[in-house]
T-cell receptor
Framework: DAGVIQSPRHEVTEMGQEVTLRCKPISGHNSLFWYRQTMMRGLELLIYFNNNVPIDDSGMPEDRFSAKMPNASFSTLKIQPSEPRDSAVYFC??????????FGDGTRLSIL | RKEVEQDPGPFNVPEGATVAFNCTYSNSASQSFFWYRQDCRKEPKLLMSVYSSGNEDGRFTAQLNRASQYISLLIRDSKLSDSATYLCVVPLEGSYIPTFGRGTSLIVHP
């Protein structure tokens, strides 16, 4: 079975540009998570969807960040406008409720 | 008190050693606990779930202490390949949303 699929694997762009990260969860999983990981702050939960509905977005840093899940097989995380401090590894994970999460390979984002 | 706390380490041990990590949590109602392993520049991967009665998987043993609100991970006969960061996962207070600890770094040397 395919795992969680994220794209792109790497993204380098200039500050001010719009960045869109994509995630395809494991088929049948009803929970989807977006995380950001940096050396300074560790793994931070940005937003959690259950059955395509955002349940907790308290971790979204500010209005520049937005996430959508239009259907059960696709989610996006968008940053507009991007800033150098957004540079991090962004992970998407999916699971059944209360079960272990499965992570994608991550997107390594660098904002110049 | 933070929701989930781990000693960041690093724990530097020789091959063959036994090493243990603890993870303390504040949500006394938590039911689901997990240990994940993360290698450098890779995604976290599930190592094992933690059951109330404790569980063992080869050289790895996970235990839960509800009274003192911590979970532990014991690694016996450490291998070089065990070098990684070990993350505990516990649900947030009042929710079932899993929260990751900052992780404990393990370095196994020859």
């Amino acid at each position: 079975d395919a795992g969680v699929i994220q794209s792109p694997r790497h993204e380098v762009t200039e500050m001010g540009q719009e960045v869109t990260l994509r995630c395809k969860p494991i088929s049948g999983h009803n929970s989807l998570f977006w995380y950001r990981q940096t050396m300074m702050r560790g793994l931070e939960l940005l937003i959690y969807f259950n059955n395509n509905v955002p349940i907790d977005d308290s971790g979204m840093p500010e209005d520049r960040f937005s996430a959508k899940m239009p259907n059960a097989s696709f989610s996006t995380l968008k940053i507009q406008p991007s800033e150098p401090r957004d540079s991090a590894v962004y992970f998407c994970a999916s699971s059944l409720v209360d079960q272990p999460q499965h992570f994608g390979d991550g997107t390594r984002l660098s904002i110049l | 008190r933070k929701e989930v706390e781990q000693d960041p380490g690093p724990f530097n041990v020789p091959e063959g050693a036994t090493v243990a990590f603890n993870c303390t949590y504040s949500n006394s109602a938590s039911q689901s606990f997990f240990w994940y392993r993360q290698d450098c520049r890779k995604e976290p991967k599930l190592l094992m779930s933690v059951y109330s009665s404790g569980n063992e998987d080869g050289r790895f043993t996970a235990q839960l202490n509800r009274a003192s609100q911590y979970i532990s991970l014991l690694i016996r006969d450490s291998k070089l390949s065990d070098s990684a960061t070990y993350l505990c996962v516990v649900p947030l207070e009042g929710s079932y949303i899993p929260t990751f600890g900052r992780g404990t770094s393990l370095i196994v040397h020859p």
